[in-house]
């Protein structure tokens, strides 16, 4: 029954897609438009890597690389006119030499995918060569051809853990299960098996599914390790003696990070959604694990990248001084998910070493065993000290509860 589906479906598609292709032409490309961060958001290495390449050889001929865009009827019509394309109509067989079709000032052709490649065309190519082959199709084509036409990535770099993450949760919500299904195929068996098992649990999925909120952040995603907040059990510990060792990873910890990352840059951007839509993978890059309140060399670097537009590159000036006053008030390291899943390596390494000096019942959770242990020998009666740089320490009030607390930490 499923297959009957799929089948119609293709087959319709592919109807649509003869319908509404309207020919293809050498574009400008000044004239070539991606909406933001869409099909993808752009990875300058890639672009870099693209770059070198086209600087040889670019194939832009090629069927396979070039690019396609949708048009109205009545631009694609003023567009030929302006052109004086002969007969009005652009070739739609590749025997044919493809006409340059001219734009007229201030216009934007939506291109569906090619993102990195057209950039790179833009710095590798002279100033007579800087245009692309583009396949045209009529703007008001269905939302499913649009989507299968997006999600062509001929020569485009692999998806990263996080756009897989996106994609799957964004169809699977949507309820469109093809197309889900075709971005876990692009799961080697072992991350398909980690994030099945993220799946289900309702409340690392639900603080996953928060952060897709805010895109630059998703770069982080590891889903080869989601299996280390999982395995065997993993909010309990098994005796030293077990063959398959313990899941030693605090995993009520580690939810709170995740809630935590989002938190931060919420309160960061005054849980402004739209704003948080507009931060990339090279703003959360250039600030997660850096603590400009307390290191005055990341105070330094950071404000220049801040106040320059280096980062937050898609807020004006008067926001981005907002943000990094805002910025300097966070006590803390910038958390990220990058930051998370480094940290969940310190920890396995950390909780495999700390089986053999603790000793854990069958359902003993590592926070509650530490606690167990704990005696507050060589403590002074509601007092603490709290480390505030690599040299110094203060007294803080603090309940034995505390002390225990900040013991275990």
């Not at 890639?46 to 865009?69: E, G, I, T, Y």
């Not at 060569?129 to 692999?158: H, P, R």
């Not at 330094?300 to 008067?318: A, M, P, T, Y």
Request: a neutral charge.
């Amino acid at each position: 029954m499923q297959q009957t589906q799929a089948l119609e479906k293709e087959s319709r598609l592919e109807k649509e897609k003869i319908i509404k292709y309207k020919g293809t032409a050498r574009i400008r490309l000044k004239w070539l438009h991606f909406r933001r961060n869409e099909p993808r958001e752009l990875d300058d290495k890639h672009v870099q890597d693209l770059k070198s390449r086209f600087q040889k050889d670019c194939r832009r001929l090629d069927v396979r690389n070039h690019v396609p865009a949708i048009i109205d009827q009545q631009h694609l019509d003023s567009a030929l006119r302006v052109s004086r394309i002969p007969e009005g109509v652009l070739p739609k067989n590749s025997q044919h030499e493809f006409p340059e079709l001219d734009f007229w000032a201030g216009y934007q052709l939506e291109c569906l995918h090619g993102r990195h490649r057209i950039q790179a065309a833009k710095q590798a190519l002279s100033p007579p060569n800087k245009w692309w082959t583009v396949d045209l199709y009529l703007a008001d084509i269905s939302s499913e051809l649009k989507t299968a036409l997006t999600e062509e990535y001929a020569n485009e770099s692999e998806p990263s853990d996080g756009e897989i993450y996106r994609k799957i949760r964004e169809y699977h919500l949507q309820n469109q299960s093809s197309l889900e299904t075709r971005w876990w195929t692009r799961l080697s068996p072992h991350r398909a098996k980690n994030l099945k098992q993220l799946f289900q649990h309702q409340d690392f999925t639900a603080a996953f599914d928060s952060l897709l909120e805010i895109p630059g952040l998703l770069d982080g995603m590891r889903i080869s390790t989601l299996h280390k907040m999982f395995a065997t059990r993993c909010d309990e510990v098994t005796a030293p003696s077990s063959v398959a060792g313990p899941c030693l990873l605090m995993v009520r910890e580690v939810l709170h990070y995740l809630r935590h990352i989002k938190e931060f840059w919420s309160d960061l951007l005054q849980q402004d959604k739209t704003a948080m839509e507009k931060v990339d993978r090279v703003t959360v890059k250039t600030l997660e694990l850096t603590a400009p309140w307390a290191s005055t060399v990341d105070a330094r670097i950071l404000r220049g990248k801040v106040l320059g537009g280096e980062v937050f590159c898609s807020f004006s000036q008067r926001e981005r001084e907002e943000i990094w006053i805002k910025l300097q008030t966070f006590k803390e390291l910038v958390p990220s998910l990058y930051g998370l899943f480094e940290d969940i390596k310190i920890l396995e390494a950390w909780a495999n070493c700390l089986k053999w000096v603790i000793c854990f019942s069958l359902r003993d959770i590592v926070s509650i065993a530490l606690k167990k242990i704990y005696t507050g020998a060589n403590q002074k009666i509601d007092s603490a000290l709290v480390q505030e740089t690599e040299t110094t320490f203060k007294p803080v009030p603090a309940s034995f509860a505390y002390q225990m607390d900040l013991g275990c930490r």
